[in-house]
């Protein structure tokens, strides 16, 4: 068997090297949390889509809006329900909205999607109402939710469709909406719904079938040296205008406008006069469409030119399943919008028209700015006063040439498999003195990702299972104040704390998990959040960036498990690493152990296959976790094999693994067992053949492991002629690590929804220090698969690829 043996190796070789090349850059939450039946959940039977949340800290209270329901919530538990109210259609409605062509169970009903503070008591609402959009003024006082019962027309503030997306904004007493106001959808509008109410122009220019996303405010007229004026932000996707393609083209834009603008005097009459737009810029890996924005928060400084926007973006194609984070700074965008260039519409003769940089003259005031200093010296104290050439520029040329780009230059976060759907983001002031940005990302399967940005290290601390089934998270919420995040679904509302210290039972385990919310308090011997500390709790422990348990007491060693050991069987020795970065070290009699035919090492444990006395003694199996320049050696079990007097049934501390039947014939002496029968299925014990099927069986697998190599050698020499395959490189520079690492022994990790890449200030920078296991693809539901490689002795020696330019 020595020339299968060999082939085996080779081809493990060679699947390994490519795996680890095109997988190298992701990583894994530190931590997988499945479902957990504690968790605070909130749904009534016969209502669904959760999908309107607003936070009162105030009134101790979480509104949350749903199909034809608005409740108030205990802010502190969410499954205790406060008060209700129902607003329902009436059946002439209903049967006005079944006319038209919509279904009657599931369109034509009332779908709140708009909930506002108006002051400390009364709350705006609004809903879909069958597709006529309807509002109200509603009240919360004395434990009550009351409706007062005089609906307003909605259309403008309210989409009809109750699956469209669209966003909306209370500032002051004015109500700002980005939705359709018409019943086919087909005419898209930013308004602002006030004493002097602003529109946006019916034009493809301004708008092409948008799909709208976020809006916020910022107040850049604070602290601001030339008089500035505050302005709304909007998020949305359309078709480009700027491309030529055979189809259209889906964008993601910035858009905004000045909170102080009153419309033009003969020119842009009632419409915005400081309505500009930009393409953002968020780069994935592979070659692709521009990705589609689905969602932004934004984090909010004191000094409002540090505050920085988090984004969401999805491919626009479905095939590569690849999802982003991306960051964009106030100021950044500020600056296009102040003073890039614009775009403007050509006539050219094989298209209509073509959009291009406008090298002409610029009137002054500047097209598209608000209300300044500079326009006040020219005796302009209100948009009523430009002249009608700025107009008339800003109202053909809404668009900016450049595109914004995001902080660091590219995505903070990359994830493969189940897509990322929502975000928000807190800020953490840790023991080291420093603030973190802590994002909370929901994704399409009910999982809420915790990642943070150690200098340029994306890590991600956790990832936790809120729903029971895989159900999209379609809304997240964050209090602060309260320590808690609020999550809607189709189907019901959650509620979890932005972090659980008490997770952590040791102080190596608390240091390990590297969240900025926890550290271990000596004082008490328990993992504490930073915000709980006592006053005398100076010597509480926290190492973010290094992952540093030095100070940490030793833990207590593992007692060793006696087991007995039969001749001829197979003994499985069971190892579960502390974390989903760690990797599982074997050891027998202090001796490295490597797969081979003897010895099988895979995600649980380890297989000794036809165990004989010789394989008696002690095996300990080490968690390593690298952090940085760091290795954190962990033993998490120690068993010990003795002799067993008398030849009894194989001794297994639990279920034996799923092995398939055809890699433990690779695996297995071929020595037969006497007295075995020679029709025997048992791929775990040895059989007996005739010499002749035995070297017919021989001639056929290597005949096919031949071929496989062969036609592996071929695909590895196409790509490396296209010239993405630089596998090879890192051969060179693993040398240089191979002093410090430990064997990578095969393994891969289970309970996995998602693999999360960090491409930081240089594309390709390892997301964390240990990102060095093997390449496993995760699917969105947690599934995976791998390749068995038992024949490979040893994997450390292959190197890992850390650029994906060298893929």
């Known amino acids: 068997m020595n020339l299968l043996s060999a082939l085996s190796i080779v081809c493990g070789l060679m699947l390994h090297v490519c795996f680890s090349a ?10 997988t949390i499945p479902y957990q039946n504690g968790m605070k959940l909130f749904r009534e039977d016969g209502i669904f889509n959760y999908s309107a949340m607003l936070i009162r800290d105030d009134l101790g209270v979480l509104l949350l809006g749903a199909r034809e329901a608005i409740y108030a919530l205990d802010i502190n538990n969410i499954s205790v329900k406060k008060a209700v109210v129902y607003w329902r259609v009436t059946e ?87 939705t359709s106001i018409n019943f086919l959808g087909s005419e898209p509008v930013i308004l602002r719904s006030s004493n002097l109410a602003l529109r946006t122009e019916f034009k493809s220019s301004w708008l092409s079938e948008p799909n709208f996303v976020y809006m916020d405010f910022v107040r850049e007229s604070f602290g601001s040296p030339d008089g500035d004026d505050d302005k709304v932000y909007l998020f949305f996707s ?10 259209k083209v889906a964008v993601s834009r910035v858009a905004r406008v000045c909170k102080g603008d009153m419309g033009g005097q003969r020119t842009l009459q009632r419409k915005w006069t400081s309505f500009l737009k930009a393409r953002l810029d968020c780069s994935f890996p592979e070659p692709s469409l521009p990705p589609i924005v689905q969602d ?44 890039g260039r614009f775009k403007t519409p050509v006539a050219v003769e094989t298209s209509h028209v073509k959009w291009v940089m406008y090298t002409g003259e610029v009137p002054v005031p500047r097209p598209g700015a608000c209300i300044n200093d500079v326009a006040r010296k020219m005796g302009m104290n209100r948009s009523l006063d430009l002249p009608d050439k700025t107009l008339q520029f800003i109202r053909d040329r809404p668009l900016m040439d450049e595109a914004v780009h995001p902080q660091m230059g ?9 897509l990322l759907t929502r975000i928000v983001v807190d800020s953490v002031l840790a023991l080291d003195g420093q603030t973190y940005d802590v994002m909370f990302v929901g994704t399409e399967n009910g999982y809420i990702q915790k990642a943070v940005n150690y200098g340029g290290e994306m890590f991600i601390i956790e990832e936790i299972q809120v729903y029971e089934n895989a159900e999209p998270i379609s809304i997240l919420r964050l209090s602060s104040r309260q320590g808690q995040l609020y999550a809607g679904s189709e189907f019901g509302a959650i509620q979890m704390p932005l972090s659980n210290c008490s997770r952590y039972k040791t102080c190596v385990d608390c240091i390990l998990s590297r969240d900025p919310y926890c550290c271990w308090d000596p004082s008490s011997a328990q993992c504490s959040s930073v915000y709980n500390l006592s006053p005398s709790s100076k010597t509480a422990i926290q190492s973010l960036k290094e992952g540093d348990v030095s100070q940490c007491p030793q833990l207590d060693p593992v007692v060793a498990i006696d087991l007995a050991l039969v001749p001829g069987n197979n003994i499985q020795l069971l190892c579960q690493p502390h974390s989903n970065l760690a990797q599982a070290h074997w050891r027998f009699s202090n001796q490295s152990l490597h797969p081979s035919n003897k010895y099988y090492i895979y995600d649980g444990g380890l297989l000794i296959l036809n165990a004989s006395e010789s394989d008696t003694g002690v095996y300990s199996c080490d968690s390593i976790e690298q952090i940085n320049s760091r290795t954190h050696n ?8 003795h002799l067993h007097s008398e030849p009894e049934v194989v001794v297994y501390p639990t279920p034996r693994p799923t092995v398939t039947k055809t890699f433990i014939h690779t695996l297995r002496t071929a020595a037969p067992e006497p007295g075995s029968g020679s029709g025997s299925e048992d791929p775990l014990s040895p059989e007996s053949h005739s010499t002749s099927s035995r070297v017919s069986r021989l001639e056929v697998a290597v005949a096919l492991l031949s071929l496989l190599c062969f036609s592996l050698m071929g695909v590895i020499l196409w790509i490396w002629i296209r010239g993405h395959l630089k596998c090879f490189k890192f051969l060179q520079s693993s040398k240089d690590r191979e002093g410090r690492r430990e064997s990578a022994d095969y393994m891969h ?14 594309l390709g920078r390892p997301c964390s220090a240990n990102n060095n296991h093997s390449a496993v693809d995760f699917k969105g539901n947690g599934e995976h698969r791998f390749p068995p490689m038992a024949n490979i002795s040893s994997l450390d020696g292959l190197g890992y690829i850390h650029d994906e330019s060298e893929i």
């Open 749 to 762: 990790i289970q309970n996995r929804t998602s693999e999360i890449k960090l491409l930081g200030p240089e």
């Open 92 to 178: 002439e409605k209903q049967r006005e909205c079944t006319y038209k062509g919509k279904h009657a169970e599931v369109e034509c009903r009332n779908y709140i999607r708009t909930l506002h503070s108006v002051n400390d008591t009364t709350l705006y609402v609004c809903g879909t109402n069958a597709f006529s959009p309807t509002c109200d003024y509603m009240t919360f006082a004395n434990g009550q939710l009351t409706l007062k019962g005089k609906p307003e027309e909605g259309k403008g503030k309210c989409p009809f469709d109750p699956f469209q997306r669209y966003s909306s904004l209370m500032v002051g007493n004015d109500l700002y909406s980005a």
């Open 296 to 339: 932004v928060f934004l984090l909010k400084h004191k000094d409002w030119r540090k505050s920085v926007f988090y984004a969401v973006f999805t491919p626009q194609s479905s095939l590569p399943q690849v999802s982003a984070v991306c960051a964009y700074s106030v100021s950044a965008i500020r600056d296009i919008f102040d003073e």
């Open 22 to 31: 095109f997988n190298a850059h992701y990583c894994v939450p530190r931590n």
């Open 238 to 247: 359309e078709n480009a205008m700027e491309y030529d393609f055979y189809s």
């Open 410 to 418: 590219a995505p903070l976060l990359v994830k493969r498999g189940a």
């Open 634 to 641: 962990r033993t998490v079990g120690v068993y010990h094999l």
